[in-house]
């Protein structure tokens, strides 16, 4: 007869069970992983030159969005009389915080469909406020103070986004198989984004290239107000 406690036997079964959802769990991941394709877009202007600062996105056409695991809160700092970044891309239902990091009060404009903002930052950061933005399309920012401020945020329905590089190019990963709309846009651009539709097979890795009809205008540069005066309201 062993002299080992009774107890000893059950725990060596758990361990075992529990191990085996491990194991488990770990393969189903990496399934999911190894069937998932990517998607490298790249951006021109009209004359070839590869765009920064341009938002790619997908959008499944055979099954609806994956839905947002939770509500996401991102940030934008104002700094050097700046929106920084200069293009932010959300998915609908995320919030954005606004950060004043100047000496100086914004006063943050958008007339934009997809969201109108009226919101005074003030300099002593003492509060900080947040906006939801919970409907799809592009918002130019605007400081009412600082004019030459400029800022944009792209809201999407879709998890599967990026920015584009100096080099022009974005990559979407993990996507699963299946058809997509591809969209590209960038600041400023006139009427509809770019799109195109892809069929992704498990584990393929497509490219598309998308040329605009334009040259976007560069985003403004840090400047210094000469005066206080000039800029505080």
């Not at 400047?223 to 206080?228: A, I, L, N, Q, R």
């Amino acid at each position: 007869m062993s002299n080992l406690p009774a107890s000893n036997t059950p725990r060596k079964t758990t361990h075992k069970h529990l191990l085996t959802a491990v194991v488990a769990t770990l393969i189903s991941a990496t399934s999911l992983s190894a069937h998932a394709g990517s998607l490298l877009g790249l951006i021109t202007d009209k004359n070839g030159n590869p765009v920064a600062d341009g938002v790619l996105y997908a959008i499944p056409l055979d099954t609806p969005p994956p839905a947002a695991k939770a509500a996401e809160t991102l940030s934008i700092s104002q700094e050097n009389y700046l929106f920084l970044p200069y293009v932010t891309v959300i998915r609908s239902g995320s919030s954005v915080r606004f950060f004043n990091r100047d000496p100086h009060d914004h006063h943050i404009k958008s007339f934009s469909p997809a969201k109108a903002i009226d919101l005074r930052v003030n300099s002593k950061k003492e509060d900080v406020p947040q906006v939801l933005f919970d409907k799809t399309g592009e918002v130019a920012l605007v400081c009412y103070f600082h004019d030459w401020m400029r800022g944009f945020i792209s809201v999407v329905d879709t998890p599967y986004f990026a920015k584009t590089d100096k080099t022009g190019n974005a990559l979407l990963n993990s996507l699963p198989p299946g058809k997509y709309e591809v969209k590209a846009w960038v600041p400023k651009m006139i009427g509809e984004p770019l799109s195109q539709t892809v069929q992704l097979a498990a584990t393929d890795a497509v490219s598309s290239k998308f040329q605009l009809s334009f040259v976007p205008v560069a985003p403004p540069k840090p400047v210094t107000p000469k005066k206080k005066s000039e800029s505080t309201y």
